[in-house]
Structures are given as C-alpha cells and as structure tokens.
C-alpha cells in the first residue's frame, strides 16, 4: 500500500526505486493543517510528483509542508529536499556532518577522485572504476541543493507533527546518521540504522579516515536496543516490533561475516575486491562490486584493530593477510 496511516497524524508513504531496494519509506506526520516528513526520497525522474501524489492521498498538499527532518545525505533521504523547500518553503533540518558531507558530493570531482583512487587500491580493475566514476557523475543529479535551517544534534529533540521525537545519533552507514525516538509512543524512526531484512551498506568514510564504521555502527546498535521501543518504522522495508532481536540478528551477521573473511585470508593475502568476490560472487556491476568491497574492507578495519590481520603495500594495490601469531 502506498500511503499507510500507522496511528493518528503519522503516515507512512512508500515511493519506487529503481534499485534493487526497490522503494524507501517516508514518514509524513501532521499538526496544525501542516506536514512534516522525515526523509524525502530521491530526485528520480517522476520521484517528485509521486511524492506530491502520496502528499494529496493523505488529504494534503505539497505547500502544506512546513518542515523536513533527515536521517542521513543518501540521496534516497535527501534528495528532494530542495524541491521541497523551493515549492513550500520548509525548513530544512539535518546533522551537520551529513550537510557537509552533501556540500562535498556536490563540489566539482574531488570526491568522485577519492573514490577511484580507493576503488583501485582495494583490487577493483581500472575499467570498473571508469564505469563507477560515471555512475557517481549521474548520481550527483540525484540529491537537489538545499539550505540547512539548522543541524540535528544528539541528545536534543524535534517536532514533528504533534510529536517529540528525541535525536540519537547513530553513526555508521553514514558518519552522521541519526534515528529519532518518540519516548511517549515507543516509536523509532531508523532511517538506515535498522532494517527488517537487510543490513546496511557500511562504508569507508573517505572524507575522514579514522572513522570506524563498523565499530560505530555496533556500538550505536546497542544503545537502540536498550531503549523501550514499541514500533520501529524503518527507511525501507515494513514496520517491526522486535527491535532487540534485529539487532542481535545484524551482530551475529557480523561476526560471521568476519569468520568468512578470516577463512578467505587463512587461504592467503588478498585484497578486498578478492575477498568480495570469493563472497559476494564474480559477476557483480561496479557499483555493487564497489558495495562488497566496502562491505570486506570496513571488517578488515576491525580485524586489522583487533590484531588479527594486517595490511601491505603491494605496487598500486592494499593487501591484507593473517598476522603471524607469536
Ligand atoms: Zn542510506
């Protein structure tokens, strides 16, 4: 179903992917005659009027939103911000890492650069970066330029419709991620953070190269699972109740993603890409090869932490292999 109305005033309206995720989630909550979402969706061609079209369904308007919460930059949760803003007027709110991180996809091709220079150090060959570097061009079109009206910070709290929702921050899919938490109702919203039937992509932060995703996005996921949570309503896939045994799924997922890669190594050094392809299969696109070799790199980060493994320069290429013991 489209639009959903969860409890009085909240709405949930599913908008098309053309991605293998195939929709995202946003929350529309209402108060006062006016709207506030929680992630916009991407700009897609046609993503726009579906969103307007789900806005009519609920009984109201574009210009009736008058503000617009984000979780994280993904251009899934970001990217008609602007559009938005430009037809309604909203304020914009959004953390402050996430904001700039936008700001830096959108200046000129350094990014794009750092992501081609790491692609082909972690084993991905020069034509599938070409091809990433192209996808990464045409993505840029997919989050429109919008203006912050002010960050959303851990420990404080925002509006939506009628409700309170307190911020918690949340690192790991992204450096700034959060999740909003409404106390009185047991509800999270968990953009990314959590989802029913995936885990999500955990990357390298290229624009800050001590973050450790994995680490982060472990540690944020125990926090959640302590708070008392009725609903959680997350970014795509359908609502759950059982937050605590979500999270203890995606904790296992990782230790026993972690043995995996031990097992690849324990058979001798490789790169990442070598890893991903040993577990994600040979006949990936560059944009999922990129995907899986993030998903190895960001475990071996950790096992490289925990001593476990180290990693060598090889000519042009990072080489990671099991640490002698002794
Ligand atoms: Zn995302």
């Known amino acids: 179903m489209p639009v959903k109305e969860i409890m009085p005033d909240l709405f949930r309206l599913v908008l098309p992917m053309p991605f293998r995720l195939e929709h995202v989630n946003v929350y529309a909550f209402r108060g006062n005659g006016r709207v506030s979402l929680l992630d916009t969706g991407p700009n897609f061609p046609g993503t726009f009027d579906v969103l307007k079209e789900r806005i009519r369904e609920m009984g109201n308007s574009i210009e009736d939103i008058g503000k617009v919460a984000i ?28 904001y ?18 790491f692609s082909l150090e972690q084993g991905m060959s020069e034509d599938s970066v070409r091809e990433l570097k192209s996808a990464f061009r045409m993505f840029r079109k997919a989050t429109v330029p919008f203006r ?16 309170n929702m307190e911020i918690v921050k949340t690192p790991g899919h992204s450096r700034g991620h959060v999740c909003l938490y409404c106390r009185e109702k047991g509800i999270l919203l968990s953009g ?27 540690e ?21 109740t059982d937050l605590p045994g979500r999270v203890d799924e995606i904790c296992s997922h ?25 577990l994600f299969g040979p006949d990936l696109d560059a944009f999922n090869q990129l995907l899986a070799v993030n998903e ?19 000519n042009e290429k990072v080489v990671f292999r099991l640490k002698a013991k002794g």
């Open 71 to 98: 979780t994280h930059f993904h251009a899934d949760h970001a990217g008609l911000a602007g559009r938005i803003q430009e037809v309604s007027g909203a304020t914009v709110l959004i953390p402050e890492i996430e």
């Open 100 to 117: 700039r991180t936008i700001g830096a996809y959108q200046e000129g091709e350094e990014r794009i650069g750092r992501i081609g220079v």
């Open 148 to 163: 912050a009206d002010g960050f959303l910070r851990e420990g404080e709290s925002v509006r939506l419709g009628a409700m």
């Open 254 to 278: 990782h230790r026993e993603r972690k043995g995996l890669i031990m097992a690849a190594l324990n058979k001798g050094p490789k790169t990442s890409m070598e890893i991903g392809t040993i």
């Open 296 to 314: 190895v790199f960001v475990h071996l980060v950790e096992l490289e932490a925990e001593g476990a493994v180290v990693r060598v320069r090889e």
């Open 220 to 240: 944020a996921l125990r926090v959640l699972r302590d708070l008392p949570v009725r609903e959680v309503l997350p970014a795509h896939g359908e609502p759950f």
């Open 192 to 218: 990314d953070h959590v989802l029913p039937h995936i885990t999500p992509n955990i990357s390298a932060d290229l624009l800050a190269p001590d973050f450790r995703p994995l680490t982060s996005f472990l």
